[in-house]
């Protein structure tokens, strides 16, 4: 009898002493508490998938922080971040800051989003080629046609992509354009102004069950765009992202920047996984990995 209550204490002691789990460092796939930050193009999107995998792992709380592009960038060498959502990867001086902590980025896409271009409903172009796009955005008044560019902000990725694709990288060349303060009063700006034509990421208007998205497009119409001058003109959906047609697409891309399997991965894995890409589905974007459908038939 002496000997077993020599043990009780000592358990009881060891079972009170214990460290709890931290969650920000304890963290795994599915417990825990992890920051990720992410291009606020994507928000809409991001947001359902946080949402359920949150739901999902009741475990885990993910917190997702949107930045514009530029800033975004400067950002994800942040210690506490432990994945990140952009349209680029990052580059060399991110590189060389991973390094320095002995990571190494998994990077993977996740979904084809496009650069939309919308004009008002009383514009009379119905389509343009994306030479006259160049035209259009590196020469003041264009065509003496009076037409001009508007982005939300010219350090967002939008305009980083067209001048990458259009000017070789010479954003110099970006002369006729305009920057609004937020991509609401930008489109409020082109459905009064028949000669603005607004540059914006797709996500934002691509889910047609979205009251937000439906609002955004209200008054306004979707530009089709040929990648050549004679060719067939184009508009952006998901189908047309999905097999190539729509020349003006961009990936966004998921890079996992943790040293370990931690929530960063799980959330990654869950948003390239079969549920994350119906949410995108869902999104009227075209996922990185289409989920299959299964069918079942009965025979009567």
């Not at 998938?49 to 885990?60: C, L, P, V």
């Not at 937020?182 to 208007?205: C, E, M, N």
Request: charged fraction near 20%; charge should be neutral; hydrophobic fraction near 45%.
């Amino acid at each position: 009898m002496s000997t077993a209550r020599a043990w009780i204490p000592v358990a009881v002691l060891a079972a009170c002493t214990s460290t709890p789990r931290d969650p920000h460092r304890d963290d795994t796939p599915t417990y825990g508490s992890a920051w990720v930050l992410a291009d606020e193009a994507f928000r809409s999107v991001l947001e359902d998938e946080r949402t359920m995998f949150n739901a999902t792992y009741t475990d885990a709380q993910v917190t997702i922080g949107y930045l514009p592009e530029r800033d975004l960038l400067r950002a994800m060498g942040s210690d506490s971040v432990r994945a990140v959502f952009a349209t680029v990867v990052p580059g060399a001086e991110q590189q060389a800051y991973f390094r320095t902590r002995n990571l190494s980025p998994h990077v993977e896409p996740v979904l084809t989003d496009a650069i939309a271009m919308m004009v008002s409903a009383r514009c009379p172009l119905d389509s343009v080629d994306l030479e006259r796009v160049r035209t259009l955005l590196g020469t003041p008044a264009a065509d003496g046609n009076g037409y001009f560019g508007l982005f939300d902000d010219k350090a967002t990725g939008v305009a980083r992509t067209l001048v990458d694709s259009l000017f070789a990288g010479d954003a110099s060349r970006l002369t006729n354009a305009r920057a609004l303060p937020g991509l609401d009063s930008l489109l409020a700006h082109v459905a009064r102004d028949p000669k603005a034509i607004g540059f914006v990421p797709f996500a934002a208007i691509s889910d047609l069950d979205d009251a937000q998205h439906r609002a955004r497009r209200a008054g306004l119409r979707v530009l089709a765009v040929s990648a050549s001058p004679g060719g067939r003109a184009i508009a952006p959906s998901q189908s047309t992202l999905a097999d190539g047609q729509y020349p003006l697409r961009r990936n966004l891309y998921m890079m996992v920047v943790e040293g370990k399997s931690g929530l960063g991965t799980g959330f990654a894995s869950f948003v390239a996984g079969h549920k994350g890409q119906r949410i995108i589905l869902k999104r009227g974007l075209a996922p990185a990995h289409v989920p299959a459908r299964e069918v079942m038939i009965v025979n009567e």
